[in-house]
């Protein structure tokens, strides 16, 4: 791309090769990192052990073959069809992802490991439905899938749902546990050192998701009815109370 842009030699192939960047991007690496990352913090956080991981190597088949598919279709311009097959191994990843992430809290020694961390399951499962009701919307017709609206609806469930608010509330524990453990991890057990639980309020990290999640929703909404109006809204809340929120947690260096 950074060749075609200097000298202007592949202009047809240039767009193909956009499309399957952002596709890699976008599915392959923040895919990679959310379910990878999902497999030590859930079970750190849960305290769950003997769990099965043959789940985790099922998931990471179905979701490379769906990252390669997406970039064959753009690179070929065989975008229909190859392209509704990418979803389908897409969705199915996800689902025995959900499915695992079940798996790790049924082997749970801890019931509650954090609204943070219950959030980013919940979100997950979301983005599951969201996959399945998008591959039988577009089973009508594949080319529904390069639709302006349907890219930018799904677009916003997937980075500024599904990546964003699993960040966010994985952040909630690891960035407490991290300064807890730098700064008092050798005064652990001494009187007056404070608790990891006592680094932050989880009554405001909760509140917090749930804002979050309400600002998505609206803005979402405000795609599917295609009304600018929501949309604003909903960004706008999203916005703000994102920052509150990443606020509140650097406070823990405070502490």
Do not use: C
């Not at 700064?183 to 006592?198: D, E, H, I, N, S």
């Not at 804002?211 to 909903?234: K, P, R």
């Amino acid at each position: 791309m950074g060749l075609n842009f200097a000298f202007g030699n592949w202009n047809g192939l240039h767009e193909r090769l956009f499309g399957a960047h952002i596709w890699m991007g976008t599915l392959g690496w923040f895919g990679m990192l959310i379910t990878g990352f999902s497999y030590k913090m859930l079970p750190m956080f849960y305290l769950s052990h003997d769990y099965s991981i043959r789940l985790q190597k099922v998931v990471l088949v179905l979701w490379n073959a769906a990252v390669i598919t997406g970039v064959v279709a753009f690179l070929t311009g065989i975008k229909g069809g190859l392209l509704w097959f990418a979803l389908l191994l897409l969705t199915a990843a996800l689902l025995f992802y959900v499915y695992h992430l079940e798996q790790i809290q049924e082997k749970r020694h801890k019931s509650n490991p954090g609204p943070g961390i219950r959030w980013s399951v919940y979100v997950s499962r979301a983005f599951a439905v969201y996959a399945v009701a998008l591959l039988i919307y577009s089973a009508q017709g594949t080319e529904l899938l390069l639709h302006p609206h349907v890219v930018l609806l799904s677009g916003w469930v997937y980075l500024g749902g599904w990546v964003s608010l699993t960040i966010l509330g994985y952040a909630s524990k690891i960035v407490p546990f991290l300064w807890w453990t730098h700064k008092y991890g050798k005064q652990a057990g001494r009187p007056g050192t404070p608790l990891m639980a006592g680094m932050l309020s989880e009554r405001n990290v909760n509140w917090g998701m749930i804002a979050m999640v309400a600002g998505s929703l609206l803005l979402v909404s405000g795609i599917l009815i295609n009304l600018a109006e929501v949309m604003m809204v909903g960004g706008t809340i999203l916005s703000l109370v994102s920052i509150v929120y990443i606020a509140n947690i650097a406070l823990v260096f405070r502490r």
